[in-house]
């Protein structure tokens, strides 16, 4: 019995050129892609997560406004003049509402003395927080013609003015202050009644915090 040797493998000249013949490197290769399409994923999952500068000044904004809602809400249930506010919510701001009977005299504009008790009450929580103020002026549909007072537009206005510089003089700078008179024209019900008239004859306090 003869030992012979195995037989020789005989190659093709032409693998010997392909650079995939010896192809065991691929593997490497491929799992270093693995690892670096997984590290990639994992820090675009970082950074999404990560919140971005305004989303954060918005949420503590947001924030800042709800301490500001519970504040006012309460004060507005400790006070004897809580049948004559209401208070709206919307998404990014508050509106405080007030009848003007609490506020002014028919047909003036000058703070009454149960106007300085209701507004210095409303400093107290205003003047804690950094919100822009709008007041805002309303009348009801009834023509007004005097030597001060042409129309509803002038009231209103003066109204919104005196309750600005209330608050200003209580401390809330005037930076954060501005006011505004819209007559008769922006009514919160039908101006078809004594009562109806009375609710749209106020004055409103807007606090701004989306």
Do not use: C
């Not at 507005?76 to 009977?101: T, Y």
């Not at 209701?118 to 549909?141: A, C, I, Q």
Request: aromatic share 6%.
């Amino acid at each position: 019995m003869s030992l012979r040797p195995p037989p020789r493998r005989v190659e093709d000249d032409g693998d010997q050129d392909n650079p995939l013949h010896d192809a065991t490197w691929l593997y490497s290769y491929a799992d270093l892609m693995t690892q670096l399409l997984i590290f990639s994923i994992l820090m675009v999952t970082v950074v999404g997560l990560k919140e971005s500068p305004a989303e954060a000044k918005s949420d503590g904004r947001q924030a800042q406004l709800e301490k500001t809602v519970r504040d006012v809400e309460k004060y507005v249930q400790e006070s004897k003049f809580r049948d004559a506010m209401a208070i709206d919510r919307a998404a990014d701001r508050l509106v405080i509402r007030m009848k003007s009977a609490i506020l002014f005299d028919p047909g003036q504009a000058t703070l009454t003395g149960d106007a300085r008790e209701v507004l210095g009450g409303l400093v107290k929580v205003l003047g804690k927080v950094p919100s822009p103020l709008r007041v805002e002026g309303h009348t009801d549909d009834v023509p007004i013609q005097s030597a001060r007072f042409p129309s509803n537009w002038e009231l209103s206005t003066a109204r919104a003015i005196s309750v600005v510089r209330y608050l200003e003089d209580q401390g809330i700078s005037r930076a954060r202050l501005s006011a505004s008179g819209y007559g008769e024209f922006h009514p919160i019900i039908a101006n078809d009644s004594a009562d109806h008239r009375a609710l749209n004859r106020r004055v409103e306090i807007v606090v701004i915090g989306g």
